[in-house]
């Protein structure tokens, strides 16, 4: 994996900047790798909170055995939001402190899952896909609602998936994790493929509705940033 610094040396300030990367970097996305099969090796789960009134963002990242979803190793990082609100560019908020978290595991990665959007991007290349092309690391996306993408409901049953349609294209599927309960909306990031990526979040899923990877990433950076602001609160 390329040096942080190396990754974040040419950072864009402004949205005409972002957008000339995201077309850049999204020519580098490889959509033609099966990625590793589930339930091996590791999977690590990526997440961050914001606390607008200070700038602050805090990133998570949690490694977990694949095979046991027993948590291997977690890692923590606090910036500064460096980056404006724009709606398909978030990932320019939020990359730079993910980086810094994933430069704290010893442990290897593994398939990274993000909380968020891979492909399944109005320009194809959300979070999930710009952390997988600067890290090398294959990546998917699995976010709670499906951004401006159509698709029809899902069969009820647990494993159940529809297509994710921009006009006749697939960006990606809703997949029932739970019986009955609203899907959550998976994509290829990076070096992974769509079918791989759902059965990825199946094996994540024995429980509830979100993978085991977002659903602690979240916890803990959560817990990050009110410690942050907790410090910054008694200066």
């Not at 390329?2 to 402004?14: F, G, K, Y």
Request: glycine share 10%; net charge negative; aromatic share 4%.
């Amino acid at each position: 994996m390329t040096s942080h610094n190396a990754l974040i040396s040419d950072w864009p300030a402004d949205e005409r900047a972002a957008r000339a990367v995201q077309d850049e970097l999204r020519a580098r996305v490889v959509l033609d790798e099966p990625g590793p099969p589930p339930g091996t090796g590791h999977v690590t789960g990526v997440d961050v909170a914001y606390d607008d009134e200070r700038d602050v963002v805090a990133a998570a990242v949690v490694v977990l055995d694949a095979a046991t979803l027993d948590v291997v190793e977690e890692s923590t990082a606090v910036g500064t939001v460096a980056f404006p609100y724009v709606p398909g560019l978030l990932a320019f908020r939020e990359i730079p402190t993910v980086l810094d978290a994933l430069a704290g595991l010893r442990s290897d990665p593994g398939l990274v899952v993000c909380d968020g959007y891979g492909v399944a991007h109005p320009r194809r290349f959300g979070l999930a896909s710009h952390l997988g092309v600067l890290t090398g690391l294959p990546t998917i996306g699995v976010a709670k609602n499906p951004f401006t993408f159509r698709h029809e409901d899902p069969a009820d049953a647990r494993g159940s998936a529809a297509p994710l349609l921009d006009g006749a294209e697939e960006v990606g599927r809703a997949l029932r994790t739970r019986e009955g309960v609203k899907p959550v909306f998976v994509s290829v990031g990076h070096r992974t493929s769509l079918a791989g990526a759902c059965a990825h979040v199946l094996a994540l899923t024995p429980r509830y509705r979100l993978p085991e990877s977002t659903r602690r990433a979240d916890a803990l950076c959560r817990a990050a940033l009110r410690e942050a602001a907790g410090a910054q609160g008694t200066r």
